[in-house]
C-alpha cells in the first residue's frame, strides 16, 4: 500500500492547488467594530456557468483512509466550506501521476480548489460532515475522474 502522511494545511503549502480561507491577516472592521472581514479571499471561477451553493452532508471517514480516486472540474473552482467546527481531510495532486498530498485543516479552514485541480472528494473526519460547497452551475461536462490503478493510504 502506498502511503501519504497528512501535513497541516497553510496557505502557503496550499497556494499551488487554490486557497485557504480563514480569519488571519488584514481585516477591514465592520458592523460598528463587531465584525473583522477578510476580505475576498478566494479566486472563484465558473466559466460560461454561474456560481451555485450546495449543502452536503457527507459521512465521515477515518484516518487511515484509503483512496484510490481523485477527480477534477475543468470548468470552475469548488470551495469546500465547513459548517461545522471540525478538521477534515484534504486530498490534492498536481497532476495523476504525481504524488497526492493530503492535509488536516485545523477546524477554522475552508478551502477553494482552484479550476482544474485533482482532488479527492469532500471527505469530513468527523460526524455531522455538513458543508457549504460554492462551485459550478451550468451546462456541459465538468467532471474528469482518474482511478489509480493501487490505492493510496493516508495515515498520521
Ligand atoms: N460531485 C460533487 O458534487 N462533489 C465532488 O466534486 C467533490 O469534490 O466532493
Ligand atoms: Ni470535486
Known amino acids: 500500500m502506498r502511503i501519504i502522511h497528512p501535513e497541516p494545511l497553510t496557505a502557503e503549502a496550499f497556494a499551488l492547488f487554490g486557497e485557504v480561507l480563514e480569519a488571519t491577516g488584514d481585516f477591514r472592521l465592520i458592523n460598528a467594530g463587531l465584525c473583522r472581514r477578510h476580505h475576498d479571499r478566494a479566486r472563484l471561477d465558473f466559466g460560461t456557468g454561474r456560481a451555485g451553493i450546495s449543502v452536503f452532508d457527507a459521512e465521515p471517514r477515518a484516518l487511515p483512509y484509503d483512496f484510490d480516486l481523485i477527480e477534477r472540474h475543468p470548468e470552475g473552482t469548488q470551495a469546500f466550506l465547513p459548517m ?73
Not at 102 to 117: C, E, Y
Open 84 to 156: 461545522t467546527q471540525s478538521p477534515f481531510l484534504v486530498i490534492v495532486a498536481l497532476n495523476p501521476e504525481a504524488i497526492p498530498r493530503a492535509f488536516v485543516t485545523n477546524g477554522a479552514q475552508g478551502i477553494n480548489l482552484a479550476r482544474g485541480t485533482w482532488h479527492g472528494v469532500l471527505t469530513p473526519l468527523h460526524a455531522p460532515g455538513l458543508f457549504a460547497v460554492v462551485d459550478r452551475i451550468g451546462d456541459g461536462a465538468n467532471l474528469e475522474e482518474h482511478r489509480f490503478a493501487e490505492p493510496w493510504r493516508v495515515t498520521a
